[in-house]
């Protein structure tokens, strides 16, 4: 018998996959990894002139599915018209090593993304939380608003904060009367956090942007963009005031919002609480008190695009 590796397009992939759907099929990968059922070493990520690829394997024994995906990081691809991510899947028959499918995985990249983000933020954040602050404006932030918008449909108003401040004012254009909810367009990150409670942060930046002396009690951070060495977005005095969930362990502290404090020292690796998913089990608490900050840091995790790429082939009838 002779089998095909199935090919899937992104418009295919943006057919198939809803928010809500992602949002619970990531929920559930990251319960599966806190319960000991998935492999997943840290992803491997090469350096490149203007940016990187990362590969990231993983095996979902639960989901009977196994998996690697490809992925860039160019910053700077915005000035070429092109996506600063680009990712494709290869779904693998873990019993035999067949190629089940490729799937072109950009869309899959930033709604998983988000997805992760928005659990996050509804396992952390305060119940109170009637502010979003978002600094970014790309396509990652607009994924976040819509995923966080979704699980916390409390959320009455969204201060935005971007580099590129017409992205940010498309934001507000496409979105404001869409969501229902009153979106402002700051002129500095200062202005874009202060008064809100959920803060969530999708730059590639290498420097701190977000000041210690900014930073009031109670609100949670969600932080996106720090997903290599070198890279992080908040002051390091915030993470020691900060109760902190990473989504890996592992890579997390190599690749995460923590990786430079931590090998500067101004951090140890004891002062990390664990990870998101040990929270959506039981095994760790999250949020002890409205005073409290927390602080979410994701990297990406390849169990969340198996986890979506499962999902797809089920809907294509290609798995049980």
Known sequence: ????????????????????????????????KAEGQAIMPPKLIVPLPEGDIRAMPTYLPKQNMAGVKVVNSHPKNIE??????????????????????????????ALRTAAAGAIASKSLASSKSRRLAILGAGTQGRFQLLSH?????????VKV?????????????????QLEVEIIVCSNPEEAIK?????VTTTPSRQPIVQNEWV????????IGADAPGKQELDPAILKRARIFLDDMAQGMESGEVNVPL?????????????????????????????????????????QDVA?????????????
């Open 161 to 177: 904060w971007s580099l590129h401040e017409e992205l940010a004012w498309q934001l507000k254009r496409e979105y404001e009367t």
């Open 263 to 303: 090998h500067q020292g101004l951090l140890k690796p004891e002062e990390i609480v664990g990870e998101l998913g040990e929270v959506l089990i039981g095994k760790k608490e999250g949020r002890r008190s409205e005073e409290e900050i927390t602080v979410f840091s994701s990297t990406g995790l390849a169990i």
């Open 80 to 109: 070429k018209g092109l996506p600063s991510i680009m990712a494709i899947l290869i779904m693998i028959e873990p019993e035999t090593g067949f190629p089940i499918a490729v799937i072109e995985a950009t869309y899959l990249t």
């Open 195 to 199: 008064g809100t409670n959920v803060i």
């Open 1 to 32: 018998m002779i089998r095909q590796t199935v090919y899937i397009r992104e418009e295919q992939v943006r057919e198939l996959l809803s928010l809500g759907e992602t949002i619970e099929a990531i929920e559930s990968a990251f319960k599966d």
């Open 216 to 223: 009031s009690e109670g609100v949670h951070f969600t932080c």
């Open 308 to 320: 979506c790429g499962a999902l797809i082939l089920r809907k294509l009838g290609l798995k049980e």
């Open 149 to 157: 918008k979704l699980v916390l449909p409390q959320i009455e108003q």
